[in-house]
T-cell receptor, first 111, second 114 residues
Framework: AQSVTQPDIHITVSEGASLELRCNYSYGATPYLFWYVQSPGQGLQLLLKYFSGDTLVQGIKGFEAEFKRSQSSFNLRKPSVHWSDAAEYFCADRGANNLFFGTGTRLTVIP | EAGVVQSPRYKIIEKKQPVAFWCNPISGHNTLYWYLQNLGQGPELLIRYENEEAVDDSQLPKDRFSAERLKGVDSTLKIQPAELGDSAVYLC????????????FGEGSRLTVL
């Protein structure tokens, strides 16, 4: 069965520090992978996506993610976190027709 | 361009009462999705429409949940009767068509059942 795993439920980083959020997928030879961000009380906003090609993809708000087929991973990174990045982050894999989400990682940013 | 619009944003009802949520997708998007998001969890698909046809409703609890997308544009999700465990956020999303790539999400409707 298709699944997306986000091993970290909650991560706390200091403002200005680097960030890496982990994501592992388990479906398909050609995954379509996404990272969404959800601020409290808001819907999901797309940060970036990977379909094919260059395995390092750039997104909005200074985020990037790297697709590693050998590790079945699609980790999200940011070199310097801002206080406004505090939110819930969801990794998702698009199966044949639907989008399957991980359970999310809550990011707390401390001054 | 307007995004996906959902209403109401918040709804509080007593158990056994009915409730309905409305969604207007992005203009021109043929595919519409309803997702359920429980607290601390990722969204889970309830139903997917291609135009006016429900093509995947396998996760919709049909004893109390129903949905429609008349005319293939906006959609309504109904719960009757609501139970305590239905307290959650109901997210609507749309895409150009199935397999089109990213989904665009509305802000969600938060339901509290007392």
């Amino acid at each position: 069965a298709q699944s997306v795993t986000q091993p970290d439920i909650h991560i706390t980083v200091s403002e200005g520090a680097s960030l890496e959020l982990r994501c592992n997928y388990s479906y398909g030879a050609t995954p379509y992978l996404f990272w969404y961000v959800q601020s409290p009380g808001q819907g999901l906003q797309l940060l970036l996506k990977y379909f094919s090609g260059d395995t390092l993809v750039q997104g909005i708000k200074g985020f990037e993610a790297e697709f590693k087929r050998s590790q079945s991973s699609f980790n999200l990174r940011k070199p310097s976190v801002h206080w406004s990045d505090a939110a819930e982050y969801f990794c998702a894999d698009r199966g044949a027709n639907n989008l399957f989400f991980g359970t999310g990682t809550r990011l707390t940013v401390i001054p | 361009e307007a995004g996906v619009v959902q209403s109401p944003r918040y709804k509080i009802i007593e158990k056994k009462q009915p409730v309905a949520f409305w969604c207007n997708p992005i203009s021109g998007h043929n595919t519409l999705y309803w997702y359920l998001q429980n607290l601390g969890q990722g969204p889970e698909l309830l139903i997917r429409y291609e135009n006016e046809e429900a093509v995947d409703d396998s996760q919709l609890p049909k004893d109390r949940f129903s949905a429609e997308r008349l005319k293939g544009v906006d959609s309504t999700l109904k719960i009757q009767p609501a139970e305590l465990g239905d307290s959650a956020v109901y997210l609507c999303a749309s895409s150009l068509h199935t397999g089109a790539g990213e989904l665009f999400f509305g802000e969600g409707s938060r339901l509290t059942v007392l």
